[in-house]
Each structure stands twice: as C-alpha cells, then as structure tokens.
C-alpha cells in the first residue's frame, strides 16, 4: 500500500479516479452494444439500431422471463417487508433473551448463495429429505416431491429460499429505527384511547417507513437482478419454468453467444428499475413529511 | 413498558411471543445446525428413512472423502488467494480514498464520490458482459488476477463510504499535532488515524472477505478451467452430481465454506460494539 502511495507520488485520488471510471464505463459500455450485433470471438460490432430491441419485444423466452420477475419481485418484496417488519417488533417486545435471538435471527444474512441453495436442495430431496419428511407429517403434503424440481412448485419455493435469506435484511434496518422510537409518541396514543393495532397503524408504522421504504429499494434493485441464488436452486429449470431475467441475460450472452441482445435486455430491466425507483423515492418523501 | 420482567405472572399474550420468537430463530438456524450436523453423520444415518436431526455416531470420514476425490482442496486454496488479496486491496485503497474524501478539499473530489456509491447500486449481472469482453481481451480469462480486480472495484465504494463516515467522526486536531510535530501527512495518516480507525478496518475487512468468498455470478462465468475454480462455482459444480458426493460429503464442504463467514461475523458484532467510542481524545 505504501508502494502504491510512493509511487503516485502522494496523489490520493488516482487510485481512486481508476476504479471509478472503469465502473461507469462498464455501464455505458451495456447501453453501446445494445445497438450492435457483437461478434462473440472476435467482439467485432456490426450496426443494427433497434433490432436487438425488437427482438426481445417479440420473444417468447424473453417474455416469459419477464413474467418470472414480476412474480419473484413482488413476492419476495410483499412477504420480507411483512415478515421484517413481524420480526423486528418482536425482537424490540423486551423479551427475555432479546439480545442472543437478534443475533441468531441475523445469520441467513451472511449465509453464501451456493451453501444456502445446498441446504435447501438436501432438505427438499425426493429421498430423504428433512423438511419434505416435516411438510409430510404436519399433513401439508402426502409425497416427499422436490419442489425445485415441479414447474408448478419451483417460482414459490425460490422465493421462500430467498426471503429465508434476506428477510433479516429487513429487520435490521427496521430494529434500528424502532429503537430512536420516542416512547412518549406512543404513551400519549394510548391515553387517547388507541388500542395496540391503533398504536401499530398511527405510531410506529409512520415511524418505521422512511426506513422500511429505502430498504425496500435496495433490496428491490438486488432481488431484481439476482442471480445466483435461483440459478444455484434451480438452474432455471424445470424446461426454462424458473428462468427470472438474470438468468437469461446470462443464457443469450453465453449459451447463445450474442452480447448485443443480452446488452439490451440488461438496459431495459435498467430503465424499468428507474422508474421504479422513483415511486419508491415519491413513496419516502411522502412518508418523511408524515412524520415531520 | 417500563414495568419489573421478574416475579409477574406471564400473560397468555406474553406466550405467544415467546412461541414465536422461538418459531422464528428455529426457522432461521435449523438450516445451518443440519448442516453441522449431517457433516459428521455417516452415510447409513443420513439417507435413513424417516430421517433423523441429532447424528447418533460422530464421524469425519466425510471431510476426509471430500478432500481425497473431489478437488475441493483447490477450490479452497483459490477462495482463500482470492479474497485475501482482494480485501487488502478494498482495505488499503479504501482507507486513502475515504481519508482523502474527508479531509482535502480537491475540486470533483465529492461529485467522484457520490458518482462510485451509484456504482456500488449497479447490480453485477448488468456488468458482467462488458466485464467478461475486457477480461478475455485483456487475456486474463481463467486467472485468479481477474477475479481480485472486478472484486476490488465492485467492493471499493462500499469501503469508501463505511470508511469515510468513520473518518469524519475523528477530530482534526490530533492529526494537526502530529504534523506540527513534524509528521507528514502520510505519517500523521498512519501513526494517528489509522490506529483510531481499527474497528472500520475490520468491520469493512470482514465486508470485503466476505463477499469475495461468496461470489458465484463472476467466478463461474470467468474461470472454466477446473483448478482455477473458487468455492462457489466449485461447490455447485459438486452439488450437481450427487450420484457421485454424498450428501454428508456435500454438508462438509458446505460447512467449510460457511464456517469462517458466521465467525467473523460474530466477532464483528461483538468488536463493533467494544469498538465504538474508544477515540484517542479524552
């Protein structure tokens, strides 16, 4: 590190200009090859304007894909904003062992994708599978069926996998902001008669959404483009049954070799998630001026 | 809520909070206690039907299968390589850049800050084309080298703005002191700020190790060649031919992998904690 220092002659930012203009050129260099057809060996570009995005537009594995995404996102965003939210009150109720639980109920956090996918695989497999064997027992289910591995089955317990793994990014952000909750907001709420769902609903709800809301958008932008967690899971099968975006930016760029059109998918999911964000940004700003 | 826990009788509400807390951290580390415990189960124990959860015998035999006919040797020796290089990396450039971004007051410093944090928002599959044309071009396709330098960029903003946060809440005047005792600059950087500024390096080390010990999206689509694998792409390679690793053997690996990540996770719980608050001005 001195070396590095030494040699830039004490000029800090070099290091740091490097690193930052190599990562805006990699996304600018998406938005250029969505207009070519790039050869995949050669890399050798030849001009097609809009070609590539008429081609996704009219795709029915692209579409499809589509589909998948609007399903993985919205599913995994509805239950880890209401599970966090459930989690974090419950690690905030001042139970005895409240300390030791929050830090237990944080660890799928750090879980690696591929050692989560493994557990979940062995748990679910046809032959001797643990949570098959429960799910059995408990009546939900007369067969031991791998449901990674049933078209029917397999978008749900992605989704299940991966707000086993994130919802606790949720309830750290919200347990932060429980804790600077004013306790006389909600004292003086409950002198005026309101019951604990009233209490919930006018307080600590109010309280705890600019922060729910900017979690909610990360975590949007990373389920969005995740990758590794239902590839890993599923591989994008059964038949192309769990195949979200990601998945199939990757399939044209590398199975089908042609960059220009996985370039093009990438920017449209890019503008769609821009747009998206700035409801989440209208949403905050709405939710700050409530609580003042 | 400020009402004495000890000698009140429990409400029914109060039980029901109490099953559901413990409903909760049951479903969160079941998981992970069944990995630790099929690892040391043997074979008979693990495709027994109905299936058991406490291993009756204790054995290692599946760690050592694991090392003896899989290449997971490699795979760990290229995990380890990779992210220790890459965090020193992260940690080094990070604490200058986020020194820097404190305390000089060089025209376009910010707007280059604020510019990488929207780097660190684009998500890796939007990347990962143009990434793996430069990386073939720049002939570094299946070298470890590729791998620490696309970690180094995509973990080096976080760094920057955990770091940079940090640095703003130590005081200016120590560093003003050591310079006036005729420190330079970057000796008041090391002697004086880098020693109030240990629990952010470790808590930004720990970071950067483990996410560069949990990629999978990069490592799989650069390196094909069978010893330059890492953990990730190398785990899930053997997860797909079960017919050959057991499952016991499949939990030790997957042990091993995940083993290091909770420790350093709990001791960066445990040192933030003792950490903050211990500055050199009294």
């Known amino acids: ?292 | 809520m400020k009402t004495l826990r000890h000698g009140r009788p429990l409400r029914p509400g109060r039980v029901l909070q109490y099953a559901a807390l413990a409903a909760v951290v049951l479903i969160a580390d079941l998981p992970l206690l069944w990995i630790l415990f099929t690892a040391v189960k043997p074979d008979e124990e693990i495709i027994s039907y109905p299936p058991t959860f406490l291993p009756h015998t204790l054995t290692l035999d599946n760690f050592r299968t694991l090392f003896e006919i899989s290449s997971f040797g490699t795979y760990l020796t290229n995990s380890l390589i990779v992210a220790a290089v890459s965090t020193l990396l992260v940690v080094g450039l990070g604490t200058c850049a986020a020194y820097a971004l404190v305390r000089f007051r060089i025209p376009g410093l910010r707007w280059i800050g604020e510019l990488s944090l929207f780097a660190y928002l684009v998500p890796p599959i939007l990347v990962l084309v143009p990434v793996s044309q430069l990386v073939a071009r720049f002939g570094l396709a299946n070298n470890l080298a590729a791998l620490v330098v696309i970690y180094t960029a995509t973990l080096l903003p976080f760094a920057l703005w955990t770091l940079r946060s940090y640095f703003h809440g130590l005081t200016v005047e120590l560093e003003d002191a050591a310079m006036v005792d005729g420190c330079t600059r970057f000796g008041a950087f090391v002697r004086v700020v880098l020693p109030q500024s240990v629990p952010g390096l470790i808590a930004t080390a720990v970071f950067a190790f483990n996410a560069a010990w949990s990629e999978y999206l990069f490592a799989s689509t650069l390196m094909a060649e069978p010893d330059k694998l890492t953990l990730s792409p190398g785990l899930s390679l053997l997860m797909d031919q079960t017919s050959v690793y057991s499952w016991g053997v499949l939990m030790a690996a997957a042990l091993i992998v995940v083993a290091p990540v909770l420790v350093l996770f709990v001791i960066v719980q445990k040192f933030l904690v003792g950490g903050i608050g211990q500055g050199a001005v009294k």
């Open chain 1, 1 to 292: 590190m001195v070396a590095v220092i030494e040699a830039t002659n004490g000029n800090w930012r070099a290091p740091f200009i490097i690193f930052g203009v190599i990562g805006v050129l990699f996304a600018v260099g998406s938005v250029f090859d969505s207009f070519f057809h790039v050869d995949f060996l050669t890399r050798e570009h030849t001009f097609l304007g809009l070609d590539n995005y008429r081609r996704l537009w009219e795709d029915p594995a692209v579409r499809g894909a589509f589909g998948r995404s609007v399903l993985w996102v919205a599913g995994n965003m509805v239950i880890q904003a209401a599970a966090g939210v459930a989690v974090a009150l419950l690690l905030n109720a001042g139970l005895r062992g409240q300390t030791l639980a929050r830090g237990l109920v944080l660890f799928p956090y750090v879980v690696p994708a591929v050692v989560a996918a493994m557990v979940f695989r062995f748990a679910f497999n046809d032959t001797s599978g643990m949570a098959g064997y429960l799910l059995r027992t408990l009546g939900l289910s007369d067969t031991l069926v791998n449901p990674f591995a049933d078209p029917a089955t397999v978008m749900f317990a992605l989704v299940a996998v991966n707000c086993w793994k994130y919802v606790p990014f949720i309830v750290i952000v919200v347990l932060a902001r429980l804790q600077t909750l004013p306790g006389e907001l909600r004292e003086a709420a409950a002198l005026d008669g309101a019951g604990r769902f009233g209490v919930f609903r006018y307080v600590t709800l109010p309280w705890i959404a600019p922060a729910l809301i900017v979690a909610m958008l990360m975590r949007t932008i990373w389920t969005a483009y995740d990758f590794d967690l239902p590839y890993l899971l599923s591989g994008g099968g059964p038949m192309d049954t769990s195949t979200t975006v990601p998945l199939e930016i990757r399939k044209l760029a590398f199975a089908d070799q042609d960059l220009g059109l996985a370039s093009a998918l990438a920017v449209c999911v890019a503008i769609l998630l821009v747009a998206g964000a700035r409801m989440y940004v209208r949403a905050y700003r709405a939710s700050e001026d409530a609580t003042g």
